[in-house]
Structures are given as structure tokens and as C-alpha cells.
């Protein structure tokens, strides 16, 4: 008998697909990972699941997992989330819930190299300032090429970008970087409510359809856990933990997924949660426009890089 040889999975930084599943079973079914949706049908029905091309796969309301679907989503290096209704996790204020997958031959020079840094003070002041920095060129770039904010007038304004390359500039603290991070995600709110014309406030895990307020505030909880999605995948591959940020909660374990999610939400997530929640679309047509946006972008390809060779920038 021949050996059966294990198919070779796709690079990380370069795999397609990301799922968000509610309702369903996960499990192994003739050396597949599938999904059977609960329909009360006569006929089960199968989905299959390629994961050698899945970066990571968000488990919502009324989903369960096998061991072996579980087994073998992390023989492929994929992560898996759990989280409530509609993309926003029932704790999101806690922490993330990811599993990650645990093997022996992670790669450990690039935490090492984030550790090294970490522990240096100056250098993970000037590692984070470089990230916010990439923030606002990925931004810049994302908002410069969409026809559809061009189309109702909505740019960055010139002020908005020197002050907050100023303020970065001029941190000589973790807080003063927050200060200014902070006021540049709200003038980043206000400038596509404004072209937009409607009147918005950030409420997380609101929850409600009643205004185009509302179906945004759920559309950026569910677009921000597909980023935090991504950037739990990037840390997972490059062996770099969840607890070692740059920027936020210092006691929060899963803070550093916050920090590189940071770099796809501002440019990706929050406008197509703007204009798609204008428009009061399905949350599953935002989901896959939004996924669709990070694959031709290659969001992971991206951020591999970026997290990879971010210690060398302090140096």
C-alpha cells in the first residue's frame, strides 16, 4: 500500500478564503472539512470547506465543531474564532477567542526579534509610531483609490493628516499615541458621515437594523472581527504572541490582534461599512464585498510583511 501523501497547503500570507458561519455543524466528512447547514430538510446538505486555502474561520451563533474538523483545521494551520450573532463576540470587550493552532515548528525568530524590541522602551515607542504611520499611508491610499467616496466628495482632509503625523511625531508616550490615535479614527467618522449626510455616533454591539446609523455600527463590529481575523493569522504564523502590543491594553492578552487589525479597518472596514450601510444591505453581501476587497488588496500578503520587518524599523 502507497502512502498517502498530505496535499501541500497554500502559503498564509497568500491563501483566499475566510468564512463566517452561523447555524451550522462543522465537521470531517470523507477527508474534507464541511458544514451542514440546519435547514430541518429531508436531504442534509454539505459544504466544503478547502482548508489549505483558509486563513481562518469565525464561528457564530448556533455553530458547533467536531474534534476532528477541529484537528484538521489546525493540521492546515488555520485558526478558528468563536463569537456572537453577527460577527461581534458575546465578550468582545474582554478579549478575542481564537484557537490557534499548536505545532512544534512555529518559526521563533520574529518573536524573538519582537521581544527584543518589546522590552526596549524607546525602540517599542518608535515600533508603534511606525504602525500608526502605515496606518495613515494604507488609509490614504485605500480612501484615494475608491470611486465610491470620491464619487460623494470624501477625502482626508490635508489638516486631519499633518496633525496626526505631527501628534505621532511628537508622542514621547504609549498615551500621548492614543490620544492622537483616537482623535484621528473620530475625524475619520465624522468626515463619511459628512459625505454620507447622516448623522452617526459609534455604539459597539448596538445590535439593531432601525436606522442606517445602526446597520453601520453592526457592519464595523462584523468587519472589525474579520480584520482581527486577519491579524490573528498574520501573529499566529509569524509565531508572535497575542500579548505583546504596541499600543493598546497593556492587560488585555489579546491586544496585538487590536493594534495590526487597526492598519485593514481604517482603510477597508470602515468605508465599506459607511457606504454599505447606507444602502441597508445584507450583512452577509458586506461580509463577502469586504473579503472580496481584502483578497484583491492582499491584506495578508501585506501584513506579513509589515509585522515581519517592523523590529528592524526601530532599530
Not at 481575523?229 to 489579546?254: C, D, E, M, Q
Not at 458586506?286 to 510583511?305: P, V, W
Request: proline share 3%; glycine share 6%.
Amino acid at each position: 500500500m502507497k502512502p498517502q501523501i498530505k496535499p501541500r497547503s497554500i502559503l498564509l500570507s497568500k491563501r483566499a478564503n475566510v468564512f463566517y458561519l452561523e447555524h451550522v455543524r462543522v465537521m470531517q466528512k470523507d477527508e474534507r472539512v464541511v458544514y451542514l447547514t440546519e435547514t430541518g430538510e429531508d436531504v442534509e446538505r454539505f459544504f466544503n470547506i478547502p482548508e489549505r486555502n483558509t486563513a481562518f474561520v469565525l464561528l457564530g451563533k448556533g455553530t458547533s465543531i467536531t474534534d476532528a474538523a477541529a484537528r484538521r483545521l489546525a493540521d492546515a494551520n488555520v485558526l478558528v474564532g468563536f463569537c456572537g450573532s453577527g460577527g461581534s463576540p458575546l465578550f468582545s470587550v474582554t478579549d478575542i477567542t481564537f484557537l490557534a493552532p499548536q505545532s512544534e515548528y512555529r518559526p521563533t525568530e520574529y518573536m524573538q526579534a519582537w521581544v527584543k524590541a518589546w522590552f526596549d522602551e524607546p525602540r517599542r515607542l518608535k515600533m508603534a509610531k511606525h504602525m500608526l504611520r502605515q496606518r495613515l499611508e494604507w488609509t490614504l491610499e485605500a480612501w484615494s483609490d475608491n470611486a465610491e467616496l470620491l464619487k460623494r466628495h470624501v477625502t482626508i482632509p490635508d489638516s486631519l493628516l499633518r496633525r496626526f503625523d505631527a501628534d505621532v511625531g511628537a508622542a514621547e508616550s504609549t498615551q500621548a499615541l492614543l490620544l492622537a490615535e483616537s482623535h484621528w479614527a473620530k475625524a475619520l467618522y465624522a468626515e463619511l458621515a459628512r459625505g454620507l449626510k447622516l448623522e452617526f455616533r459609534r455604539e459597539e454591539g448596538k445590535g439593531t437594523r432601525e436606522t442606517k446609523a445602526d446597520v453601520i455600527n453592526g457592519f464595523l463590529d462584523h468587519g472589525n472581527y474579520i480584520a482581527y481575523g486577519y491579524a490573528a493569522t498574520v501573529l499566529n504564523g509569524l509565531g508572535i504572541s497575542f500579548s505583546l502590543p504596541l499600543l493598546h491594553g497593556k492587560t488585555r492578552r489579546g491586544a496585538l490582534v487590536f493594534d495590526v487589525a487597526d492598519l485593514v479597518k481604517d482603510a477597508f472596514v470602515m468605508p465599506a461599512a459607511f457606504l454599505m450601510g447606507a444602502k441597508k444591505v445584507k450583512q452577509q453581501d458586506f461580509r463577502s464585498a469586504l473579503i472580496e476587497t481584502c483578497q484583491k488588496q492582499e491584506i495578508l500578503d501585506r501584513l506579513f510583511t509589515f509585522v515581519s520587518e517592523l523590529p528592524q524599523k526601530s532599530l
